[in-house]
């Protein structure tokens, strides 16, 4: 059964399979979407990124391949494959490609 838009339940998947790069572009794909939350992954080239914004929800990214420079309320941090960050809900947040990343973000709505 088929998750919408998503994964099968009980599919084993590598996250970072399940997206790909494109040329001069940002790619999403989500992967579970609830009323509660979402599950969505990403894959930003070089030089691509999410401009400064605010959501309602805490959000928390995981990097699953590449390095992201994130900024959140002003603050600069950069992030490894491996690495995640929660970027909490209503505090201006923004992401930089300096060079190609995949990441899954995952928001829960409470």
């Known amino acids: 059964m088929e998750n919408r838009k998503g994964m099968e339940h009980s599919q084993v ?7 790909a790069y494109q040329a001069d572009s940002v790619v999403s794909r989500q992967v579970l979407g609830k009323s509660t939350g979402s599950v969505t992954l990403f894959a930003f080239d070089a030089g691509q990124g999410l401009s400064e914004h605010t ?4 959000a928390l990214a995981s990097i699953l391949d590449g390095a992201a420079d994130v900024t959140i309320a002003g603050q600069p941090y950069h992030l490894e494959q491996g690495e995640m960050i929660l970027m909490p809900a209503n505090q201006p947040h923004g992401l930089n490609a300096t060079q190609r990343f995949k990441m899954m973000l995952i928001m829960i709505r409470s």
């Open 13 to 19: 998947a590598n996250a970072a399979d399940l997206i």
């Open 55 to 58: 959501a309602p929800f805490d």
